[in-house]
């Protein structure tokens, strides 16, 4: 597709050492697929196909509510997508819920991707959550337990392939890293003033993170829908799976999910 789904977090409710990608061609991290991918494996001409959505589609459609759990300690509700609001020529066979628990201190969003048995076609997709965190001020805050030796994309440099040096990540100036292959289940910790919001996954093993600072609210920009000041005012720390093309095959099933949390 990609999938992608956007949550959003408020401070009062939000919730290996080194890898070196090894790719026979270079994959298009956000988007469709290359004209390379696509000729290296043709199951991914649907994605192609409707590659202009950008971010996908699955944030644009409309969602039905499946049903609700509560417990003393949470309170969940599942969503599905009708795949008739696939846009063609995606194929219509997968099944896709997303469910959202909301407890005390923590927001836990899952993302699941069914290619049912009777199902004629490999689907391919990437996804990533869109979490625009809101901070007091982006000018102050960190991002830590980024490890040494992490290989990131800088999307503000066309994509040139970089090593992290292990220190905090810092938004006050315009930045957009993509970390691949981060490989752990602990996540991130966003630092803001005595606010500590962490961002924990299962089994997402990318993320990118990111901040148009001055960009926000400018035209002609990509943030042109924001207001000027915005960018001081989130932190974008999106976990995905998108450092590759995901492969489900009839009868597999996909599930990945995140959790941010006030510690």
């Known amino acids: 597709m990609p999938l992608a789904e956007r949550t959003s977090s408020s401070q009062a409710t939000a919730a290996s050492a080194s890898f070196a990608p090894v790719w026979k061609v270079k994959p298009n991290v956000f988007g469709g697929p290359t004209a390379q991918e696509v000729e290296a494996d043709p199951a991914l001409k649907p994605n192609a196909a409707i590659s202009s959505q950008g971010h996908a589609f699955v944030r644009t459609r409309t969602w039905k509510l499946l049903g609700t759990t509560k417990s003393t300690e949470a309170v969940a509700a599942t969503f599905t997508l009708d795949s008739a609001t696939y846009p063609d020529p995606f194929p219509k066979a997968v ?24 199902s004629d076609v490999e689907i391919r997709f990437k996804t990533f959550y869109h979490n625009y965190i809101a ?3 982006a000018q102050k805050i960190s991002v830590t337990d980024l490890k040494s030796g ?7 440099k066309g994509g040139e392939m970089g090593s992290w040096d292990g220190s905090e990540l810092k938004m006050n100036a315009r930045i957009g890293k993509i970390f691949m292959n981060v490989g752990t289940k602990d996540g991130y910790t966003i630092r803001d003033g005595e606010n500590v919001i962490k961002v924990s996954t299962e089994g997402l093993t990318d ?8 960009n926000a609210g400018k035209t002609p920009s990509a ?3 924001m207001e000027p000041g915005d960018g001081d005012k989130f932190a974008g720390v999106e976990p995905g ?6 492969r489900l095959s009839p009868g597999e099933e996909f599930v990945r999910s995140q959790t941010l949390s006030v510690a």
């Open 95 to 118: 099944v896709l819920e997303y469910t959202v628990t909301l407890a005390g201190s923590s927001l836990t969003t899952a993302l699941k991707a069914v290619n049912p048995k009777d």
């Open 150 to 156: 992490l290989q990131y994309k800088d999307t503000l």
């Open 241 to 246: 799976y998108f450092h590759e093309w995901k």
């Open 207 to 214: 993320c990118f993170m990111w901040n148009p600072q001055d």
């Open 135 to 137: 901070v007091s001020d």
């Open 223 to 225: 943030w042109s829908d």
